[in-house]
């Protein structure tokens, strides 16, 4: 452990970074004595008269005898002459460490002085300052939040790296440590190059002949982008000679950008245009997002944790219109993608899931506009047109994008790793994967128990001749499986079907025939050819049924309800939920039926009903599997007892959806049973209490509802996940009369 206060600390150069250091050493009382070289007396004056130093020298080893740490905090390319002043003056104790924005010319200077660098030597640079510089600019505060990298050696005592660490923590700031190379090569990218192009620009235009009136004229934009050519020229002039092949092969990389520009705006290309400027702006949001420690959506993140609490009361009503239905949303980018020519998508469901599977078209070379309200525009590749995304694809939380992408990356004639979050991480793949393999697919479940990262080798199938079609009969029914290995058979020789035990949503069916691909539907198989192609289309995502459903029962449950829910689709796979409700006694009226893009949409009138438990028909159970939560609270409020059977499939969703319901309903003084497969629910008065969404949207949708008949609040944790399908669903429920608020 270091030991604060120390006796004494020498600092080599005293401006900006220097002074901000040692207002942190004073404002904590770090030593008892600062000592400081500078060129100039004025410097040193000042920082006597600010109580900053104690004694100030010319000369540089008259500074650093009998200190304990020695930071050099002058240009980087003093360095060398710095060090070999001060050798002579040195404690052989005496750590030493830097703040130079390069760190391979640091190193190498500590060599051409000493032979080989000191063990007690710590390079480091802060990623924190300003345009300004000298001792008058100094602040406490400089380097609070922000990143300080450190580049220890192998041979860097620990002692020594723990002293700089803890310095650099005390000023409040994030210490991480990298080698040297890789400290340079990033730099070069994140911060010498954008100092290179904003004095090259204002040089530029300086320089033309009107430029009086360009920098009259001069927009935010330009403002924004040059800031930072008001940067000190002569550091900046050390920094690019110091790092000088690091920026050379980030400028390479920035030309060679610049090219293709050029060459799209010279030959009209706007698609190409128009992927750089998706890609980036998006990248943009990425790592900003990434940066601040949050996920897509906002506002609720994944990251933090969120609490609703729900007053007792209240009854739905008015006319709304749920988001887009999810999985639609997903269907309509890959296919989009696959497709020739420009998908227009209008309603698209901006969900993180949904977000997910568009930025991994996003990162296999699709430019996709938006989205803008709802609204996307997909420029098809066609089937042949994908390209190798530059890293692994990072799905978040999303089942369906990870298992139907590895139908369609299976086809690909490159490799693919699939990563997502932890909670994805946890669920089976192998179900996917084993059908793909039977095409001859080179697929991996590289976690623990056939679960994500999946690792899909195209290359290798497409040298073996790609994938061929299969029968396939699904063991278990699943939607997302028989969409995989649909999806798969697009580029696969001869017929590829699947025979599902039970009915499954067929989204993927409908839309396919939506983009022109023949499919063929006979009872319980579906069957497609491999080799044809898709055309682009215009799709209307219809709202959402599962995430109506929690209205549906709201409006059921509460008393004097009337909540009318406008353009939901109906598709006959996803209906569960409406004829469980009417089974109960639900009053549901479905009017204005029509079709749109192979899917029919409804509006749908509920209103307050008095509930009676039932055996829920098992044939029910895949058309409902999603709005189970919901229908146990509206069970939960039934007369009678109402029992689940045939749904083991909730085990293995977001959470486990029977035993989190069951916990959850127990707490609310509810008799809920569970079975392997089912669980049974004794109607009856809830109650209130604090449940737990372990991170399941759905689960927190579904209590927030039961505050409606809860005899007193209901505080639901971990809620920030509901962002992944139903990115406004506090305002909306707020709307229809929830008495329902959010807190970190
Ligand atoms: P600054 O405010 O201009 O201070 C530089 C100090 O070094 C002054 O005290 C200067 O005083 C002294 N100095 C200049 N040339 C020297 C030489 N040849 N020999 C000895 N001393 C010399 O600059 P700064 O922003 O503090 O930058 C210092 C270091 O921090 C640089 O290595 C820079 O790369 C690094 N850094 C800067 C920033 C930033 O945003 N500013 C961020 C991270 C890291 P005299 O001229 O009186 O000697």
Redo the contacts with the bound molecule.
Sequence with gaps: MTRWPLRQVAF???????SSLARVMREQQLVERITAA???SQ?LALARQLGLIDIGYAD?ADAVRGADLVIL????N?TES?LRAIKPALSAQAVIT????TKGNVVAAAEAVWGEVPPTFVPG??????EQ???L?GRANLFAGHKVILTPLPTTQAEALALVTSLWQRAQADVLTMSVERHDSVLARTSHLPHLLAFSLVDTLARESNNLDIFRYAAGGFRDFTRIAG??P??WH??FLANRDAVLEALDGFESGTRLLRQAITTGDSEALLGIFTRARVAREHFTHMLAGTAYAKPMTAEKDLTYTVQPGGRMNGRIRVPGDKSISHRSIMLGSIAEGITEVTGFLEGEDALATLQAFRDMGVVIEGPERGRVRVHGVGLHGLKPAPGPLYVGNSGTSMRLLSGILSAQPFDTVMTGDASLTKRPMERIAKPLRLMGADIQTTGERGTPPVSVHGASTAAKGGLKGIHYDMPVASAQVKSGVLLAGLWADGETSVTEPAPTRDHTERMLKGFGYEVKVQGATASLRGGGKLTATKIDVPSDISSAAFFLVAASIAPNSDLTLEHVGINPTRVGVINILKAMGGNLEVFNEREIGGEPVADIRVRSAQLKGINIPEDQVPLAIDEFPALFIAAACAEGTTVLTGAEELRVKESDRIQVMADGLAILGISAEPTPDGIVIQGGQLGSGEVVSHGDHRIAMSFAMAGLRANGPIVIRDCANVATSFPDFLGLAKRCGLAISASE
């Design positions: 080599v150069g005293f401006g900006l970074i220097g500078s060129r100039s410097t540089p905090a002058m240009p980087v003093a710095i830097d703040v130079g924005s640079h802060p990623i924190a300052g300003s510089s000298g001792v600019a940067s000190d002569t550091m050390d920094i």
